[in-house]
């Protein structure tokens, strides 16, 4: 992509709890993100293809991190992601994972 720049605008609500003595922080976050364009190029043996890109769209989330030692955390997130005009877009994604600190 030529001289793509993205914009986003949002708010994270976090808290912070226990149970059976492990520490958890659930979330929730929103975000407006803003594509104001850019080129992309694809090429395809001597045909070179372009699109102009501009977009906005919604982003709604969560998601919970445990922390099981000082040094070692899991991590479960959910997103929700749409189009806010133009062509229908909508993603949907999830990740686990942990973390370790040394």
Do not use: C
Request: cysteine-free; proline content about 1%; glycine content about 16%.
């Amino acid at each position: 992509t030529d001289g793509s720049v993205t914009g986003r605008l949002g708010a994270r609500l976090q808290g912070e709890t226990a149970i059976n003595g492990m520490a958890l922080q659930p979330y929730l976050k929103a975000n407006i993100w803003h594509d104001f364009g850019g080129t992309s190029h694809v090429n395809f043996d001597t045909t070179d293809i372009s699109t102009e890109g501009r977009s906005t769209s919604f982003e709604f989330g969560g998601g919970v991190i445990a922390k099981v030692t000082d040094k070692v955390s899991i991590f479960a997130t959910g997103d929700y992601t749409t189009n806010l005009g133009g062509d229908k877009r909508r993603i949907l994604e999830g990740n686990l994972g942990f973390s370790v600190k040394w």
